[in-house]
């Protein structure tokens, strides 16, 4: 009945979104493209306008549709895979596929592209991992998502190398040869570069008038032109840092809605540290790392960009995807005990529709 119940919550939240929201901000990112040479945000509009030299308003709803249904199946191989469908197991499956923080949340951001390093995320964890072509597989995800958005180096970049680290190396038990060394790093160096060349070098080259000329040409329909919103493309880094410092003691005032939604998931948490006890020292101690280096990448992006309720969505969907990694690691699959106080907090889990995007719900 649960899962029933978010089945009917995700389809109710996709057609208000459909009917009520006008994607603005990630209409003009859908519009924008490397005519004017290389800037950040254009990867999708770029391949977007090899195929339609004109969009309609609602046109950032077809991949933002599309990437949400290969999310979709992406996590459900992923569980099959991992964790299995299976009785005991389903309690999982509602605190996992059922949380306010993951796929509906995505449905509330549709359009925009963080779902894009969640799907490359649960790729890397269903696809074999015996060769050298994973970790190259792995690096051209990487490069992809910051063409794409930028920020994705922070937002899911950390949790696909833990990902890589521990399918590739943990779990074969692998020696760590120079050669993986300096593969490694130099695949780190090439997406760290172009994370600082994309960040330093990615500005729109064109005064603001001609650049907006230029993406209201890419306009189906003038009327659509007053939802252009060109203001990412020219904002420094300076000023929005000031922006979300001005904003940040409402945005502090909402930490007990977030702690609240964090305490909703108490069974699933049990069930991660459970997976946690049965590592071995060293496995446990990396994890340890990588959720300490994925929650201060995601430090770093609160402190930049206040859209909190969304970054905060993202990071929990993080530490989702790091559970799904322990799996491997863990001597037995971890499983949540179906019991009253379970159940109280998978119907409130449930029924929790969405986050939101900056403010939350």
């Known amino acids: 009945m649960m899962l029933a119940l978010n089945a009917m ?3 109710a939240l996709y057609i208000y979104k459909l009917l009520y929201n006008i994607p603005g901000e990630v209409y003009t990112q ?3 493209d490397y ?3 290389f800037i950040k945000r254009a990867l999708l509009g770029a391949l977007t306008g090899l195929l339609f030299p004109t969009l309609p308003v609602w046109s950032p709803y077809v991949p933002g549709t599309l990437i949400l249904l290969v999310t979709c199946g992406l996590f459900f191989l992923a569980f099959r895979k991992i964790i299995g469908f299976r009785a005991e197991t389903l309690p999982v499956l509602v605190f996992t596929a059922g949380s306010p923080v993951f796929l509906k949340n995505f449905i509330q951001t549709l359009g925009y592209f963080d779902i894009y390093g969640c799907a490359a995320a649960l790729l890397l964890l269903i696809v074999p991992a015996r060769s050298l072509a994973y970790i190259a597989l792995a690096a051209v995800l990487a490069v992809l998502l910051n063409l794409i958005h ?4 922070l937002l899911y970049l950390p949790t696909i190398i833990a990902i890589v680290v521990v399918r590739f190396y943990l779990v074969q038990r692998r020696r760590i040869s120079l050669a993986d060394v300096l593969l490694g790093g130099g695949l780190l160096a090439l997406i760290g570069g172009l994370f600082l060349y994309t960040q330093l070098y990615g500005n729109v080259p064109v005064p603001r008038e001609e650049f907006t000329a230029y ?5 189906s329909d003038p009327a659509f032109r007053s939802y252009l ?11 929005e840092i000031s922006h979300t410092w001005t904003i940040l003691p409402k945005n502090l005032l909402r930490l007990p809605v977030y702690a609240a939604i964090i305490a909703c998931h108490a069974p699933l948490i049990a069930c991660f540290l459970n997976s946690m006890r049965q590592l071995d020292t060293g496995s446990r101690r990396f994890i340890l790392v990588a959720l300490t280096l ?3 990448a995601y430090l770093i992006v609160f402190a930049i960009v206040f859209d909190y309720a969304r970054w905060y969505s993202n990071w929990a969907t993080c530490m989702i995807l790091m559970f799904f990694t322990m799996q491997y690691l863990a001597t037995t699959r971890s499983s949540i005990a179906d019991t009253p106080a379970a159940r109280r907090f998978g119907w409130i889990t449930s029924l929790i529709p969405r986050v939101g995007t900056t403010i939350p719900f």
């Open 9 to 11: 919550l995700m389809i």
């Open 30 to 32: 859908l519009l924008a």
């Open 35 to 37: 005519h004017f040479g």
């Open 150 to 153: 930028h920020i994705q180096t």
């Open 215 to 219: 993406l209201q040409s890419r306009i």
């Open 229 to 239: 919103s060109t203001d990412i493309y020219y904002n420094t880094l300076a000023k």
């Open 294 to 296: 994925i929650t201060l």
